[in-house]
């Protein structure tokens, strides 16, 4: 069965739009309560945790949401604006069947969607999505009222969420040293993440933390840190650090306002947990991973794999070779001896925790690390592309060969946008520019 409505990443689309508006939720909701307590034996109702971002639209979800499972004998446990990780993390600590987080994550604000938990925090199966689309056709036949769901609102989510994100950090260090900027993308994390900073002594500037419910992500957050460089600089402080709308990403900026992508973060943490002997097996990286990360992983007899793009296939390949740490340059980072899933302010503290172990600025730390030059283009598609015909096989061959056979050449379809995502990487900037170039004007 071909998906419909899930993509790489849950479900997202425009709201007013087919599939996301308040009937379609409903009929989500009742069908994923469904089927994902089909195995519930006890005589309680099974139980969801339901959060949200900061879009003005996730308020009409989630009373939508939380009448399709109450339709389908679900409870609800209602957490208010909580990080997607965070919603994990409750899953769990709840003892819920399911964990659910209405977001569009990085995307504007009148776009937003959904991502499914599991009982154990991980995001739901393929398999799983295809059998709630399923059961999305079969319409809503409610249980007895004797067996509704009732909800309740978990005044005290954040006290559990940010408990837990403090005692992923060592007692040991001290962080009262540190000055650093984070940036909230008006988004989830705009209320739990200076608090847990500031719960470690850290002198914490925030920006970008006044959500209207249109604002999200608005020239804000990690994939615009414009305001963050400046902001570092300004303040004179250590590093930022900027979260995405949902908090499960996180990118950095060091104190002269440079950009540190995920892949750096990932040298990182990798770095630390190996001389603290955390490390357990390789590094999962994505096909988007940095050439230059994969090297050092070789240089240091660390093994390497690439998944696909996407933190669930990260998750799912650490989890296949029994392995805890992956990532993304995006800046997803998934450290499973922390979490089950991507955690935008667990990643920053391991972040401040690799700096205060070598007692070194985030500048000192990279040095002797240097990305390979990596050119990214979004190019607009109408309709599928076939990247494997001879003709466009022969042009991606001409594309490595400008490049004078060194680096990579990467095409692939965005999982959410209809977008052509091309990228090139080598040691010689001026010819990954030629070569995403050539590919951009004779791609067809």
């Excluded at 419909?4 to 379609?24: E, L, N, V």
């Excluded at 059961?135 to 009732?150: A, F, R, T, Y």
Aim: charged letters at 25%; one cysteine or more.
């Amino acid at each position: 069965m071909k998906r419909r409505f899930f993509g790489t990443d849950g479900i997202r689309g425009k709201t007013g739009q087919h599939p996301i508006t308040p009937d379609f939720f409903v009929k989500l909701g009742f069908a994923a309560g469904k089927v994902l307590t089909e195995n519930h034996k006890s005589k309680v109702n099974p139980s969801v945790v339901i959060g949200k971002d900061t879009r003005i639209s996730g308020y009409m979800f989630e009373s939508a949401l939380e009448a399709g499972f109450s339709a389908a004998g679900v409870d609800t446990y209602l957490t208010g604006p909580l990080p997607t990780p965070g919603i994990a993390y409750l899953t769990q600590e709840l003892e819920s069947e399911i964990g659910v987080s209405i977001t569009a994550s990085h995307n504007p604000f009148d776009d937003n969607g959904v991502k499914f938990f599991t009982k154990n925090g991980e995001k739901i199966s393929e398999a799983m999505e295809e059998k709630i689309e399923a059961l999305m056709d079969e319409g809503i036949q409610s249980v007895s009222p004797d067996q509704l769901g009732k909800a309740r609102r978990l005044d005290e989510a954040q006290e559990r969420y940010i408990r837990f994100c403090l005692n992923t950090v060592p007692k040991t260090y001290n962080f009262k040293k540190f000055k650093i900027v984070i940036d909230c993308a008006h988004g989830a994390t705009y209320q739990v993440a200076p608090k847990v900073f500031k719960a470690l002594g850290i002198q914490t500037v925030v920006i970008n933390n006044q959500p209207d419910g249109l604002n999200i992500n608005l020239n804000a957050g990690s994939t615009h840190p414009e305001l963050l460089e400046k902001a570092v600089v300004e303040q004179k402080a250590d590093l930022g650090l900027a979260f995405d709308g949902d908090g499960d990403r996180l990118i950095a900026v060091d104190s002269t306002g440079r950009i540190i992508d995920g892949d750096e973060i990932l040298y990182l943490i990798l770095n630390y947990f190996q001389k603290q002997k955390m490390l357990s097996g390789g590094l999962v990286g994505t096909l988007m991973t940095n050439l230059a990360l994969e090297e050092k992983c070789k240089s240091w007899d660390i093994p390497f794999e690439r998944a696909n793009v996407g933190d669930r296939n990260v998750s799912e390949a650490l989890r296949q070779k029994k392995w805890q740490l992956g990532g993304e340059n995006s800046g997803h980072i998934v450290m499973l001896n922390f979490h089950s899933t991507g955690d935008g302010i667990i990643s920053a503290l391991q972040l401040l925790c690799a700096l205060a172990a070598e007692n070194q600025s985030l500048q000192e730390s990279l040095q002797g690390f240097s990305l390979y030059p990596q050119k990214l283009i979004n190019v607009p598609i109408k309709e599928k592309m076939d990247l494997n015909s001879s003709q466009n096989q022969n042009l991606i061959k001409q594309a490595h060969e400008i490049m004078k056979g060194e680096g990579r050449v990467l095409i692939r379809p965005s999982g959410t946008q209809p977008l052509l995502r091309i990228m090139t990487e080598g040691p010689d900037a001026g010819l990954v520019e030629q070569s995403v170039q050539f590919l951009k004007d004779n791609l067809k």
